[in-house]
C-alpha cells in the first residue's frame, strides 16, 4: 500500500485516540516523517533480535490451513504434529514463513526499518528491549517503559 494511503489511515486513527500504541507503523522514513508531523511520541520501544533467532522463529511458525490458529514448532506445538488442536485440520507453513520469503523480508527491514530506528534511537522516551528473553521478560521491560515515559 502506498505511503500516502497508510499515512492518512494512521492520522485519521490517531484524531480520535486518546492514546494509542502503532505497532509496525512507521515502516521507513518517510512514514516516519509523517508521523512526526501528525503526533508526539511518549515511548519507542525497539525489540532486538539476532538474525537467526528471528530466521527460527519465523520459519518455525505453523498455521492451521481450517481454522488459522498459530503453533511454532519449538515453542507451542500442537498435541499431535501436524494436526490443530482447536479443530483437526493440517497444519502447513505459510509461503511468507520459508527460509528464502523470510531472508528477504529482513533484508527489507534492514534496508527501510533500521533508518527509523536510528532516527528514533537518541529521542527521549526509546527504549531497546532484549527480545530474545522469555515473554514475561519482554513483557516486563515493556511495562517499566511505558510506566516511565508516557504522559498521563
Sequence with gaps: ???????????EALSGAGGFVLDGYPRNPTQAETLT??????????????????????????VCDDC???????????????????????LIQRGDDQREA???RLDVFEE????????????????EVDGEQSPGAVWTEIRAAIDEHSRT
Design 1 to 11: 500500500m502506498p505511503d500516502a494511503v497508510v499515512d492518512a489511515i494512521v492520522e
Design 37 to 62: 508531523e501528525v503526533t508526539d511520541l511518549d515511548v519507542i520501544l525497539s525489540l532486538e533480535v539476532g538474525h537467526e533467532v528471528l530466521v527460527d522463529r519465523l520459519t518455525g511458525r505453523r
Design 68 to 90: 488459522g490458529t498459530n503453533y511454532h514448532v519449538e515453542f507451542d506445538q500442537p498435541e499431535q504434529e501436524g494436526v490443530c488442536d482447536e479443530c483437526g485440520g493440517d
Design 102 to 104: 523470510v531472508e528477504n
Design 112 to 127: 527501510n526499518t533500521q533508518p527509523v530506528i536510528d532516527r528514533y534511537r537518541d529521542q527521549n522516551g526509546f527504549v
